[in-house]
């Protein structure tokens, strides 16, 4: 939470806003994508198929590429935990 916030509402909406920004912007970084590519690659209209076994998602990406997203999106959401737990500690009733 923001030093500077003392509106607890307002400090939880940035932490989400900003999980969305972080993780594009670590993909982007990691992958050597611009932001433009991530998008295209992110609504590219098969991209999201299910594939024959019908429990898999089907992409465009790279296993490589589909690897480290997943790696990405753990540790963003771990440090996100991380944060929330610490606002939760603050402000228990």
Same mark, same amino acid.
């Given at each position: 939470?923001?030093?500077?916030?003392?509106? !607890? !509402?307002?400090?939880? *909406?940035? /932490?989400?806003?900003?999980?969305?920004? @972080?993780?594009?912007?670590?993909?982007?970084?990691?992958? +050597? #994508?611009?932001?433009?590519?991530? $998008? =295209? /690659?992110? =609504?590219?209209?098969?991209?999201?198929? !299910?594939?024959?076994?019908? +429990?898999? @998602?089907?992409? $465009? !990406?790279?296993?490589?590429?589909?690897?480290?997203?997943?790696?990405?999106?753990?540790?963003? $959401? +771990?440090?996100? #935990?991380?944060?929330?737990?610490?606002?939760? +500690?603050? *402000?228990? @009733?």
């Amino acid at each position: 939470m923001s030093k500077d916030s003392p509106n !607890l !509402l307002f400090a939880i *909406h940035e /932490k989400f806003a900003g999980m969305a920004t @972080l993780f594009r912007e670590r993909v982007c970084q990691d992958c +050597n #994508w611009s932001t433009p590519t991530f $998008y =295209r /690659k992110m =609504r590219a209209k098969e991209g999201a198929r !299910l594939n024959a076994d019908k +429990n898999k @998602l089907s992409s $465009y !990406l790279s296993s490589a590429e589909s690897k480290r997203v997943v790696e990405i999106m753990d540790e963003v $959401y +771990n440090s996100f #935990w991380k944060d929330a737990t610490k606002i939760r +500690n603050k *402000h228990q @009733l």
